[in-house]
């Protein structure tokens, strides 16, 4: 199963497995573009045998970014680095390449996590950011500014043209980041999103501006390219979201038209009451792949492909998302049993041998 295609709608592209590669924050940018850096981290990735590489979070604008190293696709200048960069890996083999779209809202201004973790900037490099509410990212953090009608009006623009953007730099896919604490899971969690307007309060009235979004990325991408969302499926916290809320989420994204949703959690508080182990968001995915018609992939810790197989045949979820093992050995899948004896090809014939 792990290595069987997923076919997703009629004219659409297909994955010729059921690994991709997560996207994973390198703040290695200058000015939002890539460089160097991005080349050859991201080639590796490419010849990994993932159906599809997810290029690390991008800020839709400088200001939606979380630190000043962060990709970002808002300028010319940025997408048409962006589009070097996407010609180059095209060229050289034809792993789908994707990107996932983002805004920090709170959780941005940040220093770079191995400079200083979980602190923001200061001084000149630094910028004021937004949020559903006042309320601040962690203790010792600035207030975000409560976000107007006039600034959710501004975002949705910003989230258009870089969507925009990604279409004429050619990706196969682009994901919709509502997770993690960023800005769209902002106003998704009664956590942060204390508001008592049209954008806050109910249920339904927190998913209006993720939704708005949602709709505007649907009718500009195109339908044989791939739609996604990474979204949380719970926030671990007793006034969180709980899986009961995100099944509803999910189906208005699977009415809209997207192709799939990739499962992840926590996220809006550093600390929550998040327990680590092995696909430890199971039962989430499962809930959402009963109740909807969405793909349905998962991250966090989903590497063992035993377990993987076990849990795609009993229909859990559809496909597993993966990160950190590939920044450790981006050809790690090559040297599994399991994967080898199932057929996984080594995709660069000049690597051939050293397996």
């Not at 160097?36 to 839709?60: D, I, K």
């Not at 809006?268 to 969405?294: C, H, N, P």
Request: aromatic residues 10%; contains cysteine.
């Amino acid at each position: 199963m792990i290595l069987k295609k997923i076919n997703f709608k009629k004219g659409k592209k297909k994955l010729n497995n059921r690994i991709v590669v997560s996207p994973m924050c390198q703040y290695s940018a200058r000015d939002g573009c890539p460089t160097e850096w991005h080349y050859r981290h991201l080639s590796n990735l490419c010849l990994s045998g993932a159906s599809l590489v997810t290029l690390e979070s991008t800020a839709v604008s400088n200001h939606g970014r979380i630190s000043n190293k962060d990709l970002a696709i808002g300028t010319n200048k940025q997408k048409k680095e962006f589009k070097k960069l996407i010609n180059f890996l095209q060229s050289n083999n034809k792993t789908l390449v994707g990107i996932q779209l983002s805004h920090a809202g709170r959780k941005g201004s940040s220093e770079v996590p191995w400079i200083k973790k979980n602190s923001p900037l200061k001084g000149k490099s630094s910028w004021q950011t937004i949020s559903s509410s006042e309320l601040p990212k962690d203790k010792g953090w600035p207030k975000p500014k409560k976000m107007s009608h006039k600034d959710i009006k501004s975002v949705i623009n910003d989230f258009k043209k870089a969507i925009l953007n990604s279409l004429e730099v050619n990706f196969d896919s682009l994901e919709l980041h509502m997770a993690h604490g960023y800005l769209l899971h902002q106003f998704l969690s009664p956590v942060c999103n204390t508001r008592n307007d049209n954008f806050g309060g109910s249920m339904e009235k927190r998913f209006k501006f993720p939704l708005e979004i949602a709709r505007v990325a649907r009718r500009l991408w195109p339908k044989n390219k791939l739609l996604g969302a990474r979204i949380t499926g719970e926030d671990h916290l007793k006034d969180g979201i709980k899986i009961s809320e995100t099944v509803k989420f999910c189906k208005k994204l699977e009415n809209i038209g997207f192709d799939y949703v990739c499962v992840s959690s926590g996220g809006i508080l550093t600390k929550t009451d998040l327990k680590f182990k092995k696909f430890f968001r199971a039962r989430l995915a499962r809930e959402i792949k009963k109740k909807t018609k969405l793909k349905v992939g998962i991250t966090g810790m989903t590497d063992d492909f035993i377990l993987a197989e076990k849990y795609i045949k009993k229909g859990y979820f559809d496909n597993v998302f993966i990160g950190r093992p590939f920044l450790k050995n981006p050809f790690f899948l090559y040297n599994q049993k399991i994967l080898r004896r199932k057929g996984l090809k080594i995709l660069p014939t000049q690597y051939a041998r050293a397996f």
